[in-house]
């Protein structure tokens, strides 16, 4: 039996087709705010201030192993549901909420180990979503291009360990954003450009010291839409540190709007 704490984004549900093919025993922890998975017998939704709540229900159900996806954003912590273990564990959590999102997944697991649950890494089941090192589109980065991987690399690479971004846009060798808590999309939104199409990369590498078991860099089809609608040329990733859905769409997508997809 493996517990699947799901947060939102379609992440999830790649694993749970991968999971239901292969007929592995399942539950599933759903901490998504729409109770995105309440159609699922296997499924509880449960509030994240709600520990005892979720170890009792692993423990019943002999979960050994979870596997965590999907974002879950920061709760109202004074709007929150406590059982007595939600009490007891929750300064530790607003803690490290202080330090961002991922930080509080971290804290969670360190939890979990302490009740003998271990966790898994997120691709565990679909080791097809991690790209390896190579290119994946027809158009390939020119000596420009190039420049500007680096500048975005050594960008990414200067951020403290306790910094959530995960992503950096660089054009012409200057650094146009760097993701913030909004997270990618908004980063992109914000940097639209009339002046240059098809220049300029999207970089997106894990962060420092980041706990590769989960919150990997995650691109799809809509990250390749958004950055068409901007204007750059071609996205990033690091080596098998990657989520990225929607392979066969995005590379036509990116072929078609002579872009490039390039793992380092």
């Known amino acids: 039996m493996i517990g699947l704490i799901f947060g939102d984004t379609s992440f999830p549900i790649e694993i749970l087709k991968k999971i239901k093919k292969k007929k592995i025993k399942y539950l599933i922890i759903d901490l998504t705010k729409s109770k995105k998975f309440k159609k699922d017998i ?7 201030g709600q520990f005892g709540k979720i170890i009792k229900i692993l423990k019943q159900n002999n979960c050994k ?3 965590f996806a999907g974002k879950v954003l920061k709760p109202n912590f004074s709007k929150l549901n406590f059982d007595l273990k939600g009490i ?14 991922a930080a509080i ?17 997120s691709i565990s089941f679909n080791r097809e979503l ?12 020119n000596e420009e ?27 012409n060798k200057k650094v146009i954003a760097i993701e913030g808590k909004g997270g990618t999309e908004k980063m992109l939104k914000k940097s639209k450009s009339k002046k240059f199409k098809n220049s ?20 799809g089809l809509k990250t390749l839409k958004q950055c068409k609608v901007i204007g750059l040329k071609g996205i990033v990733l690091k080596n098998k540190q990657n989520i990225f859905l929607d392979k066969k769409k995005c590379i036509n997508f990116a072929n078609k709007n002579k872009m490039f997809i390039t793992v380092k």
């Not at 007891?88 to 999102?101: Q, S, T, V």
């Not at 991690?130 to 980065?141: F, T």
């Not at 991987?149 to 846009?169: D, E, H, M, P």
């Open 145 to 171: 291009d190039k420049k500007d991987i680096l500048k975005a690399i050594a960008t990414l690479n200067k951020l403290g360990k306790y910094n959530f971004s995960q992503g950096t846009i660089v054009r």
């Open 130 to 141: 991690s790209l390896k090192r190579g290119n994946y589109s027809k158009i390939k980065p």
């Open 88 to 101: 007891y564990y929750m300064p530790r959590i607003i803690k490290a909420a202080k330090l961002g999102d």
């Open 200 to 219: 300029g990369v999207l970089v997106k590498f894990p962060k420092k010291k980041q706990d590769l078991r989960l919150d990997l860099p995650t691109v």
């Open 42 to 48: 296997n499924s509880y939704s449960i509030s994240i």
């Open 105 to 121: 997944l971290k804290e969670i697991i360190k939890i979990l180990n302490q009740q003998s649950v271990k966790t898994i890494s």
């Open 65 to 67: 192993k979870v596997l």
